[in-house]
DNA sequence: CTTACAACTTTTGTCGACACAAAAAATACA
DNA sequence: TGTATTTTTTGTGTCGACAAAAGTTGTAAG
């Protein structure tokens, strides 16, 4: 577990950030699991600093739905909405192709080098059958698409969406098999190409295939174990 | 100007809800400019409450992108982006599609009395050739097409768009003709019989007609009125 | 007259304390 | 023994105060 020295002075402006990225990141990686409450007076005390910048970290993270207040009571980690699942699926094909095609027609120079660096992270993380190193990597390959396509509205939806699929992702890591990963390395070298050859209606098809994949063995990993999501 | 009764105690956890509520409300119909400085002291005597709940309606719009933190220095309202502009008409006009195609396939039995409930306030607006009320009525239109559809994240982006679209027309609404939105009641009852009858295609068509409409319109406000976005 | 430095002012970031609300525990009663 | 009511506990919402950071003013030297 991450403790700050006890010593260090952080700078002024610093603690509400550093709480919220470190929640951020416990949540998507499910260190917190889902409908935990959070204890503001707890936290205050593991990141030795007073409850107000623990609060400010907790109205940041409400609002990008990843906690959710119970008025005067406590905030849980928000509960992932099994019920409609389909309307994530939905978004995040549509953001796929949607940034995919603005990342064909309009990525400049530096662009290309970035995604490539992303796709070499992502086909390390599969050789290795690291799964959790897949999922991480295979966000930020999208993440660098999106950004190549420069629209903000696009990017920002996209990154969300990308973070409940990490999260999600990892419920089911464990049933990884190593065989699709390394169909996805290949999508992604296409995807790629499309994008270099600036050939929107093949970057499309090629966006739209590989999040059928991925929605697909979403899927299937949650139809192997139902157990997870009946309510008690 | 609003102001709350100083004798009324107002309930706990209302602070920080009401000042996000109005400044949201400010922000987006120009009554605060953008790049205006927001005193957070000043906001607490004006709400009769300490500093603590302000900030918290701070970090909230902040995460919305309404108001811009500069670190140690002042929050201010955030500018409107004119030269990413074309960003926002490309992910109005995918929304506008997006939406009323979900509307037309998923609506359920009170959706469209929602819908046409909004409509003829719409209407209403436009007889009056109230150019305020116009925005504000067509923006909860598409609002209730969007949660008809009944995806948040859509929905979500939908309404963030909305909003921004409504500041922008803000800027522009004195140069309204009343020609122009009387065709928009023409569309919007279009957009409203391609929903009932659950024709798809026909909702994506009238959407995107309908976007490019807008789009054009701001625009053409735009160009006629150059001197507001020259860095200065 | 301009510029560099210092004291002052303003406003944010953080803190500890208190009040209030809801859940949990304890008690009374049938 | 089970249920209703009171008490206690836990933890949030709000407050006033203090300290650090950036801007502002004033002063003096070049």
Redesign the interface.
């Known amino acids: 577990m991450a403790m700050p020295d006890k010593g260090a002075e952080r700078k002024?402006?610093s603690g509400a950030i550093s709480v919220y990225n470190e929640l951020r990141r416990e949540i998507l990686d499910l260190t917190l699991e889902q409908g935990r409450p959070i204890d503001e007076i707890q936290l205050a005390e593991r990141f030795r600093m007073s409850r107000?910048p623990v609060?400010?970290a907790l109205?940041?993270l409400a609002?990008?739905g990843l906690v959710t207040t119970l008025?005067?009571r406590a905030t849980v980690v928000t509960a992932i909405d099994f019920l409609?699942l389909h309307?994530?699926f939905?978004?995040i094909t549509?953001m796929y192709r949607?940034t995919t095609r603005l990342a064909a027609s309009d990525h400049r120079p530096g662009d290309l080098a970035l995604i490539r660096a992303r796709q070499v992270e992502f086909a390390r993380a599969v050789e290795d059958q690291d799964a959790l190193a897949m999922i991480a990597t295979n966000r930020e390959f999208h993440a660098a698409i999106a950004a190549a396509g420069?629209?903000?509205?696009?990017e920002a939806?996209c990154l969300?969406?990308l973070d409940e699929g990490r999260r999600l992702l990892r419920l089911y890591y464990s049933s990884f098999d190593d065989r699709l990963p390394h169909e996805y390395v290949l999508e992604h070298e296409d995807m790629i190409a499309a994008i270099e050859a600036r050939d929107v209606a093949e970057a499309d098809a090629l966006a739209r295939a590989h999040a059928d994949q991925i929605v697909g063995q979403i899927r299937t990993m949650i139809s192997r174990d139902q157990r997870h999501h009946i309510a008690l």
Chains 1, 2 share one sequence.
């Open positions: 002024r402006g107000t609060r400010e109205v940041r609002g990008e008025p005067n409609n309307t994530f939905d978004a549509l949607v420069r629209n903000h509205y696009y939806l969300r969406l």
